[in-house]
């Protein structure tokens, strides 16, 4: 079973969840204008929707008869904070190494 940060990671390893979100970059849109311009199915987004929504990176609300779709900035801040992780020890690694190779140089 996937935990939430897979469930995100795994939600942003298919390339059309990664457009729609791009699209959604630009503010709330509803499945059909998500669908326009890409190359599948308005059924097809709403299942992209739906992983991304369980993933807690999109939220959705009623808008007469129709959904809007919005990015979740907190499922984001989420990912953020897991990614971090990986960024601070790169970060610590590299200065390791450059502290290294300037005593290398200094003897």
Partial sequence: MNTYGEAQLDALGDPMRRAILARLLQGPLPVGELAS??????????QHLRIL????LVLDQPAGNRRLYRLNPAGFETLREYLDQ???QALSAFAREVE???KKELQ
């Fill in 100 to 102: 290294k190779r300037a």
């Fill in 53 to 56: 929504k369980d993933a807690q």
């Fill in 86 to 88: 990986f960024w601070s």
């Fill in 37 to 46: 311009g890409l190359p599948v199915s308005r059924p097809a987004i709403s």
